[in-house]
């Protein structure tokens, strides 16, 4: 079974996979694999449960134990017997024996208190249903008060060269300093970063030879040091984001890459609690 050294940098995502042509997706997925990338992020949510029902093809054709499987817990978590119920809902759609990491997809999605559903995920690793916690779209004080409870293995978050509030409220650096894996999310936003065309990036680009996603993962993995998830199924995108590892960025470009601030980003207000003021913390990436 794979462990958090055996990560390969990018994983693989399952958001919008194209189930109008499951043979394709079904390859594009394998090929990846072939590649060397070896962690998957999933959940009940896409395509009200068609993804992870796909996926099951997928595990079919793939060594289970060469593959790190991330789940997210839904909304909403009302009572305890609800965590149990959603692991054996995706344990029964892939027909697989475990999940490696089971995490809260935003801590509002739990009605109850956090750490009860992190308890009851306890209590599924007992049980042999899942293997370790993992923790998505939390603040930094509900990362810590999981982690010095339950211990916290990896953190999904949001974060790229124009979206850095993971970095910029601690939860980076924390998780640097307690050993977790920091995965982003919508590294590429989709293509809309290079889709703006930034004079930095369309420099760095032409100075390097490289696309200008091949410089925002560069940049992300081997100076943020974070790891990147990913949704493609197009071998040519595939290849493309693998030969980002491929290149080295100077210490003075990768720096401008650091300062780079993009004003409305940081000026978002975060509804953590799901309010209905401020922007939820999901849904930050698809602002702008
Ligand atoms: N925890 C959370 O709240 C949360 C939130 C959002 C996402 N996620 C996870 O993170 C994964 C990644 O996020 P995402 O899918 O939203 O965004 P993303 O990975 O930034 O972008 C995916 C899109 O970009 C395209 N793409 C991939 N590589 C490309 C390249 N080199 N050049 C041009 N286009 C490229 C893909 O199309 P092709 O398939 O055609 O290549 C796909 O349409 C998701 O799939 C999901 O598993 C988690």
Known sequence: MLEKDDFFPIGIGTYKLNLEDKENTLKGLLYSVEKGQNFMSTALVYDNGRVVDFLKEFFRKVD?????LMAHLERYIEKLEDVEKQVNEYLTKMDIDYIDAVQVHASYVSKIPLAETYNQINELIKKGKVRYISISNSSLEE???????????SFEGVYNLEC????NIGIINYCKENNIKFICYQALRRNRIANNNYPLLTELSEKYGKTQNQILLNWLIKEKGVLALIKSTNKDNID???ESLNFEISIEDMNKLNEFKHKGFDTVKIDWKETGKGVLIDQLANQF
């Open 64 to 68: 289970r134990e060469k593959i790190f």
């Open 143 to 153: 990362l810590k008060e999981i982690n010095e409870k339950f211990g916290v293995y």
């Open 164 to 167: 850095k509030l993971n970095e």
């Open 240 to 242: 493309s984001n693998l």
